[in-house]
DNA sequence: TTGTACGCGTTATCAC
DNA sequence: GTGATAACGCGTACAA
């Protein structure tokens, strides 16, 4: 590569000091030069491509202007879709402010102590999370501890800053749906296993809906998948092997419901005639799958960059409103769901 | 947070001198420092939790141990499970070496001059670009300034260091596996516009597939979606609108695939008794699909691994064997390819 | 309006 | 074996 550009270079081409010519090109604000300086300064930066060094410019300021993005391999391997649609939503709003994104993708399990090297060698100002494990330790101690980290997701801690939505009002409507439909015994196959809030936040919301058209959602009616459309098929012949009965089922996601719908094919079920499935997420895809995936929708650009934006705000200084932002799914009604056989 | 720890609060705790410090902690190698003053630093570099601040590091050693993937935003959002599974490839390469992954998402289209930003500015040593389209000008200057980088794909430039694939053996099987089941008009949805050298290079392999056969690939008989399923399913009622003689399609990905499915289902075709269906990649779901899908195995974690490797090897100047290594891909048969109907 | 001088935390070089 | 000193490139008081 060519020899690097340095202020000094920009300077003496520009015929003034160091000094000025980072005043110019950082506080835009100021009006403190003559129109020609600044011009000059401007001319000879673009003549010669400068472009800062970053590393210096973080040793000085202290800040790095890179937030981190922290993912356990096995989302990321399998969540599939999820990922990359958060990612979209905090680049977009990374790209306005300035911002980079560090991706540390991280061994599952608990991982006490992962983040904390990426952390303390000041690589990043910030973090934010997806889906995080209610027992992650690290985690709580990072967030009382005043680092700049928004969850997208909850951990139900009072400190938190995070990105969350209510899944109670679109699944209740999900169940109306389903109940109206005439099904009496309705299972669920998580997209993961029990520890992940989001996880046990579906479940939950589930029940509750359940419970409000005096229906129940037994302990042997959900399985857990393990994030795969694979292990969704695995979790799906058990559950519905246990529990013939059962004739709706509600995948933790929508990667999981290819694989409810693949094993109820598998046993001889139609979907939705005879058996009914409610995916989660709606991901670009879900409406394409045969039959179009009724799924609850949970906005994963928009997440993301919420998320950043309420990290660049806190980063940035700037007040923020809600530090617990909860935004509302919607049920999105489509060919997956029909009437209880009987 | 609590006060950052410097080399230099290591260096009183331990009583010795910052010089010391890093030669103790940096190069594990020397042997030139008693054993009890090594014992001594890394026991008060320990207790006092010291990180290295990576930034003064960078400053100094000129490098940042992070590689840049950039990615189109088009990609990353629709492109969808195959993004995050060469991000994943990477990442455990990565953790394995001490790098790190910058992730950058630009604004779709040509692009000029987009990387020079993170380049430039030293942020990162090398980077890997995915999915390169034929006219990105600003890329081939770079790799002809002999900047370190790893495309997955390729440009077919005779100085890059690329990850490919050959598609052409499975295509031709899988062209083999269609043609004797009776099918003679064959089409394609490409999942991107012409320009992408992937869709090109796809769209070739099946050309000279059929021609083996002595079949042919009409013009009429390719349509290029736009990367997500919804545009493939467009795609497809187009296609077999203006070709209805079509009993067989190839699609330019898996996500692609589940849009003409759906398509050819919104026509009344069934799958694959009515049309078969070829897909590429063979991303986790694909086996799982209604019906199974009969695709062309591209293994993204593989390529992002051995992406990583190669750039990691070309920055810590180690001899790379291959700079363009060339894998096989696979067909994997499943369920979505049947007789031809007559 | 501009220049000088210093600090940021690390590492390389060269004395001791 | 160990320690002082000088860079690395930038930002910014402070002096001029």
């Given at each position: 590569m060519s020899k690097r550009v340095t202020s000094h270079d920009v300077a003496r081409r520009a015929g003034v000091s160091r000094t000025t010519v980072s005043l110019v090109l950082n506080r835009s604000d100021a009006a403190t030069f003559s129109p020609e300086t600044r011009e000059r300064v401007l001319q000879a930066a673009a003549d010669l491509g400068y472009k800062p060094n970053s590393a210096a410019r973080m040793l000085v300021s202290g800040n790095s202007?890179?937030?981190g993005l922290v993912i356990s391999n096995k989302d990321i391997l399998s969540v599939d879709a999820f990922v990359p649609q958060v990612l979209h939503g905090i680049g977009e709003v990374n790209q306005r402010h300035g911002f980079h994104v560090l991706l540390e993708s991280l061994a599952s399990g608990p991982g006490a102590g992962t983040y904390d090297h990426l952390v303390e060698s000041r690589r990043i100002d910030g973090l934010i999370l997806l889906n995080p494990r209610q027992d992650?330790?690290?985690l709580k101690r990072l967030i009382e501890n005043k680092f700049p980290i928004v969850l997208v997701g909850t951990l139900r801690h009072p400190e938190?800053?995070?990105?969350?939505?209510?899944?109670?009002?679109?699944?209740?409507?999900?169940?109306?749906?389903?109940?109206d439909?005439?099904?009496r015994n309705v299972g669920m196959v998580a997209f993961a296993p029990p520890g992940f809030v989001a996880v046990e936040g579906r479940k939950e919301a589930l029940r509750r809906g359940l419970v409000a058209r005096g229906l129940d959602l037994a302990d042997s009616a959900v399985e857990h998948a393990n994030f795969s459309a694979e292990s969704g098929h695995a979790a799906t012949r058990a559950l519905l092997t246990?529990?013939?009965d059962i004739t709706a089922i509600f995948a933790g996601n929508d990667t999981i419901a290819i694989g409810v719908i693949s094993a109820a094919r598998a046993l001889g079920r139609r979907v939705p005639e005879?058996?009914?499935v409610v995916g989660h997420d709606d991901l670009p895809f879900a409406a394409w799958l045969s039959p179009a995936l009724t799924t609850i929708r949970n906005d994963a650009v928009r997440q993301g960059a919420l998320a950043a934006e309420m990290l660049i705000s806190?980063?940035?200084g700037k007040p923020v409103a809600e530090r617990r932002v909860r935004l509302q799914s919607e049920l999105m009604v489509r060919q997956s769901c029909a009437a209880a056989p009987r």
């Open positions: 202007e890179t937030i992650d330790e690290a938190e800053a995070s990105i969350n939505y209510s899944a109670s009002a679109s699944t209740r409507q999900a169940v109306d749906l389903l109940a439909l005439g099904h246990r529990r013939p005879d058996l009914s806190i980063l940035e």
